[in-house]
C-alpha cells in the first residue's frame, strides 16, 4: 500500500530560526513528490514539484529536496518568519496517472512560529 | 492567478438532507476534484473528474455523488447527509497534461451535519 509519513507531526520554533521538516514515502513507481502548505481555515498552495530527476528545489525560503533511492524529501525554511505558521503537506504521484489521481497524501506538519 | 471558489465557506444542515456543495475555477483546467480533511487523517480523495461528464471514485465515494455539466463547475452532492459527513471539504483543479502539475485548491467548506 502506497504511504506517505511526514515528522514531526507537529514543530514550534523561534521566529528567524531555520528548520526542517520530513517526508518518507513507500509509493512505487514514483512520479513526483509536491509539497503544500496549508494556512488555519484556507485551502492548501502548492510550494514546490519535484520529478525523479530533480534532486532539489527553491521556493523563496522554502528548499526541498528529494533523495529518490533512499525515498525521502525534506523542506527546509530558513529564517523563519511569524506567516510560516501552518500545516505542511507532502504529497506523492504515482504513475500510470500523474497527477490526477495517483496522489497519496501524507498527514502533514503543524509548523508554529513563535515571536 | 488561478481561482478556485467554493460557494460556502461554512454550511450546516440536518440529517437526511440532500446537500449541493459548488466549486466553480476559471483556469479552464481540465481536471477537478473533491476532497475532504478530517484531523489526524489528511485528505481523502471523494471523486474527481478528467472532463465534462466524466467522473471518478476517489478513495472514499461513499455516500456522496458528483455532478460536472461544465468544464468550469464541479458539485459534490450528499445524497442524505449523515454526521459521520461532518467534515471540511475542499475542492481543487490542475490542468490535464504530464501529470506533473499543481493541484489549485478553493479554501474549503466546513460542513458540519447536526
Known amino acids: 500500500k502506497n504511504q506517505v509519513e511526514q515528522s514531526p507531526q507537529s514543530l514550534i520554533i523561534l521566529e528567524g530560526k531555520n528548520c526542517t521538516l520530513q517526508c518518507n514515502y513507500t509509493v512505487s513507481p514514483f512520479s513526483n513528490l509536491r509539497w503544500y502548505k496549508q494556512d488555519t481555515g484556507r485551502g492548501p498552495v502548492s510550494l514546490t514539484i519535484m520529478t525523479f530527476s530533480e534532486n532539489t528545489k527553491s521556493n523563496g525560503r522554502y528548499t526541498a529536496t528529494l533523495d529518490a533511492d533512499t525515498k525521502q524529501s525534506s523542506l527546509h525554511i530558513t529564517a523563519s518568519q511569524l506567516s510560516d505558521s501552518a500545516s505542511y503537506i507532502c504529497v506523492v504521484s504515482a504513475e500510470p496517472g500523474g497527477g490526477a489521481d495517483g496522489l497519496t497524501f501524507g498527514k502533514g506538519t503543524h509548523l508554529i512560529i513563535q515571536p | 492567478d488561478v481561482k478556485v471558489t467554493q460557494s460556502s465557506r461554512y454550511l450546516v444542515k440536518r440529517t437526511g438532507e440532500k446537500v449541493f456543495l459548488e466549486c466553480v475555477q476559471d483556469?479552464?483546467?481540465?481536471?477537478m476534484f473533491w476532497y475532504r480533511q478530517d484531523p489526524g487523517l489528511g485528505l481523502r480523495l471523494i471523486y474527481f473528474s478528467y472532463d465534462v461528464k466524466m467522473k471518478e471514485k476517489g478513495d472514499i465515494p461513499e455516500g456522496y455523488s458528483v455532478s460536472r455539466e461544465k468544464k468550469e463547475r464541479f458539485s459534490l452532492i450528499l445524497e442524505s447527509a449523515s454526521t459521520n459527513q461532518t467534515s471540511m471539504y475542499l475542492c481543487?483543479?490542475?490542468?490535464?497534461?504530464?501529470?506533473?502539475?499543481?493541484?489549485?485548491f478553493g479554501d474549503g467548506t466546513r460542513l458540519s451535519i447536526l
Open positions: 483556469m479552464d483546467h481540465e481536471n
Open positions: 481543487a483543479s490542475s490542468l490535464m497534461g504530464d501529470g506533473n502539475q499543481p493541484q489549485h
